[in-house]
Nanobody, 120 residues
Framework: VQLVESGGGLVRPGGSLRLSCAAS????????MGWLRQIPGKERDGVAT???????EYADSVKGRFTISQDTAKNTLYLQMNSLKPEDTAMYYC????????????????WGQGTQVTVS
């Protein structure tokens, strides 16, 4: 299984970014997929998740600003991030689980290497 994130970078407050997670060895639409983020010295926090039925959940801090989606043809997961704030600065990880994850604290089976998002 390989999850490869891309799309991170430096953006001004109020700006937007779209993160992508290209998956191989796992079918995005058949798994519980999630985006999590972590800043140094802190626990990894769930940002958004989408299950195999298409149900989505978001952390309260990103509701109304972030949107999780997937492209089944490309087997890719996305996170559209709008109205970015400095507190959104973190390393963002894509994750997958063949079983339902209890968002936001549940554990995923597979992880990507992360992509850095800096809002400044």
């Amino acid at each position: 299984v390989q999850l490869v994130e891309s799309g991170g970078g430096l953006v001004r407050p109020g700006g937007s970014l779209r993160l992508s997670c290209a998956a191989s060895g796992v079918t995005v639409a058949a798994n519980c997929m999630g985006w999590l983020r972590q800043i140094p010295g802190k626990e990894r926090d769930g940002v958004a998740t989408i299950d195999s039925d298409g149900n989505v959940e978001y952390a309260d801090s990103v509701k109304g600003r972030f949107t999780i989606s997937q492209d089944t043809a490309k087997n890719t997961l996305y996170l559209q991030m709008n109205s970015l704030k400095p507190e959104d600065t973190a390393m963002y990880y894509c994750a997958a689980s063949p079983v339902l994850v209890n968002f936001p604290l549940g554990e995923y089976h597979y992880w990507g290497q992360g992509t850095q998002v800096t809002v400044s």
